[in-house]
Each structure stands twice: as structure tokens, then as C-alpha cells.
């Protein structure tokens, strides 16, 4: 499901992608584990919403859903995506003004 909701987004079908996301998004918070709904599949979902969401601007739940994707994929021992959640959580706190040299590389 998830890569047929990138390939819509990806081909301009917003609308399309956006139902498909929203759809992902009920499955895994509901706990339908009909295939492969496990927690590193919900962290995945979690991680592609917030993506979206940065996407129409809306960095502030973006950051809620990364986080809890962080979560879980640190639960699951996936550490880059792990550390790719974490990385786009760095750059929304860029973006805001909000990050201090400690927190930024340079």
C-alpha cells in the first residue's frame, strides 16, 4: 500500500495519495495487522505522513508523527530510519529558528 500511495503522490494524483495515506494511517493506528502491519510497517506509515505533511506545510504535527516514529523504529532496531526520522525532525527545528550550534553540524 505504502508504494502504490508514492507512486500517486508521486505522479500528481494528490488527491489520490492523500486517500491512500489516510487509509495506511487508520490501518496501523487501528492495530489491523491483517499483512504487514507491524510496528516497523506503522513507523513507516507514521514517517510518510509526516512527509506529507511537511510537503502542504504543516511541520508542527509533522514533528509529533516523526517522533513517534523514531519510537518505534528504535523499538524495532531499525537505526537509520531511526536516524532519518530524527534528521527531518532536525530539519523542521531548522527551519523554525528553533536549533542551537550544539544541535546543528556547522
Do not use: W
Not at 28 to 42: C, F, K, M, S
Not at 87 to 96: C, E, F, H, P
Request: hydrophobic fraction near 40%; charged fraction near 25%.
Amino acid at each position: 500500500m505504502r508504494a502504490t500511495t508514492d507512486a500517486a503522490l508521486t505522479d500528481g494524483d494528490g488527491a489520490l495519495g492523500e486517500a491512500m495515506l489516510e487509509r495506511a494511517m487508520r490501518r496501523v493506528t487501528a492495530g489491523d495487522n491483517d499483512d504487514e502491519a507491524g510496528p516497523l510497517e506503522h513507523a513507516r506509515v507514521l514517517a510518510d505522513r509526516a512527509n506529507r505533511l511537511i510537503t502542504v506545510g504543516e511541520p508542527g504535527e509533522a514533528e509529533r508523527l516523526l517522533h513517534h516514529a523514531h519510537q518505534l523504529f528504535t523499538t524495532a532496531e531499525s537505526t537509520f530510519e531511526a536516524a532519518v526520522a530524527m534528521s527531518r525532525v532536525a530539519d523542521i527545528a531548522y527551519q523554525r529558528g528553533t536549533t542551537t550550534k550544539r544541535q546543528t553540524c556547522s
